[in-house]
């Protein structure tokens, strides 16, 4: 069984198309609706920060090259093929 989320949670209520909850539910299984949801959203909240991050550095060192991005991305695609289920490590793309 998986241990609680860390730290303080709160109570909201949030509205979902009937079909997007339908599909939460079949995914979620014995995680649970409010883990799943809650898990999509700190991924959404990471890839916006990330956004910012890039913005920031390119307004700082200008536009990133694409050819660097693609290596980076196979990089990184190596990385989670060698290490399938990994939790994401900070050595990724390293």
């Known amino acids: 069984m998986e241990s609680p989320r860390p730290g303080r949670t709160g109570v909201t ?3 979902l198309r009937a079909e997007t909850l339908e599909a939460i539910r079949a995914r979620a ?3 649970g609706v409010s883990s799943c949801i809650e898990q999509a959203v700190q991924r959404q909240l990471q890839r916006e920060a990330i956004d910012e991050y890039i913005a920031a550095a390119e307004d700082e060192h200008g536009p990133i090259d694409p050819a660097e991005v693609a290596a980076l ?3 990184v695609r190596a990385h989670h093929a060698a290490h399938p289920g990994g939790a994401g490590s900070a050595d990724a793309a390293a």
């Open 73 to 75: 991305v196979e990089r």
């Open 29 to 31: 299984g014995k995680q």
């Open 13 to 15: 209520t949030v509205s």
